[in-house]
């Protein structure tokens, strides 16, 4: 991918002689590059963090003090589930 924006941005400046239309090309490019750049770190920061958060047994969060979600219904109170 950095390669791709990489020849997407020299495109742009061995160019001699751009129109209008090449220029909208050229940034459309880079921006296609960039937000695929950004989605995949996206999801890889997602798989990491849900990783992580997962391989925690409950009885070692309730050791750090975490609670568990609390249940919503008639009459019940909503507790923060973060140790206080």
Request: charged fraction near 25%; hydrophobic fraction near 35%; charge should be positive.
């Amino acid at each position: 991918m950095i390669q791709t924006y990489w020849s997407v941005c020299n495109d742009a400046l061995c160019a001699e002689d751009l129109s209008k239309a090449d220029i909208e090309n050229n940034v459309l490019r880079r921006a296609n590059c960039l937000a695929a750049s950004y989605g995949f770190a996206h999801s890889r920061i997602s798989s990491e963090i849900e990783a992580l958060t997962l391989s925690v047994p409950r009885k070692a969060m309730k050791m750090l003090g975490f609670r568990e979600k609390p249940k919503i219904g008639k009459g019940s109170e909503v507790s923060p589930s973060c140790p206080t």
